[in-house]
């Protein structure tokens, strides 16, 4: 296994609309892994296969405390079921920030494994908040889209001085 250069917001590639994944197999699993190993190693709950500029739709989970309940979902589709939560969220591309979000509270997903076998998948609280805002990168969107164009435009001038002077 080996850890993956996670993209930080500016950079334009965390726009990109992902792909469904079409090949199943060893390959997609030992990315899968990959995936998993700099979502822990970051440390993160979260990460989608766009943070880390591959363009299909994949994402990793795990909300555990102990980081042993893993979740990796290909191609996955939700549906909203329940009343809206506004909860404060960060993305291991936008460091350091956190804002609120409103997300539905409860969801069901779609999805299939590396190995292209399907799964469905009930979600609340944490979890659910944590698969939609990953899904979100699929669709090339990041929780700043969901804050004002002020709190947004600091952020990303704050984000571009740091990377020049680590540049």
Same mark, same amino acid.
């Given at each position: 296994?080996?850890?993956?250069?996670?993209?930080?917001?500016?950079?334009?590639? %965390? =726009?990109?609309?992902?792909?469904?994944?079409?090949?199943?197999?060893?390959?997609?699993?030992?990315?899968?892994?990959?995936? %998993?190993?700099?979502?822990?190693?970051?440390?993160?709950?979260?990460?989608?296969?766009?943070?880390?500029?591959?363009? $299909?739709?994949?994402?990793?989970?795990?909300?555990?405390?102990?980081?042993?309940?893993?979740?990796?979902?290909?191609?996955?589709?939700?549906?909203?079921?329940?009343?809206?939560?506004?909860? $404060?969220?960060?993305?291991?591309?936008?460091?350091?920030?956190? $804002?609120?979000?409103?997300?539905?509270?409860?969801?069901?997903?779609?999805?299939?494994?590396?190995?292209?076998?399907?799964?469905? %998948?009930?979600?609340?609280?944490?979890?659910?908040?944590?698969?939609?805002? $990953?899904?979100?990168? %699929?669709?090339?969107?990041?929780?700043?889209?969901?804050?004002?164009?002020?709190?947004?435009?600091?952020?990303?001038?704050?984000?571009?001085?740091?990377?020049?002077? =680590?540049?």
């Amino acid at each position: 296994m080996s850890l993956l250069n996670i993209l930080q917001y500016p950079d334009p590639r %965390l =726009r990109t609309v992902a792909a469904d994944v079409t090949e199943f197999g060893p390959d997609l699993v030992r990315f899968a892994d990959d995936l %998993l190993e700099t979502m822990y190693a970051a440390p993160g709950i979260g990460l989608a296969a766009t943070q880390v500029n591959v363009h $299909e739709r994949i994402i990793a989970v795990d909300v555990s405390d102990n980081a042993d309940t893993p979740h990796i979902l290909v191609n996955p589709q939700f549906t909203t079921h329940g009343e809206l939560l506004e909860t $404060e969220e960060g993305c291991l591309s936008v460091p350091g920030f956190y $804002e609120p979000v409103t997300r539905a509270e409860r969801i069901t997903v779609t999805a299939q494994n590396p190995m292209g076998e399907a799964l469905q %998948l009930e979600a609340e609280g944490l979890l659910a908040v944590c698969i939609q805002h $990953e899904c979100d990168h %699929l669709a090339g969107k990041l929780f700043v889209d969901y804050i004002s164009n002020l709190k947004r435009n600091r952020i990303r001038k704050k984000l571009e001085r740091q990377q020049k002077q =680590r540049a």
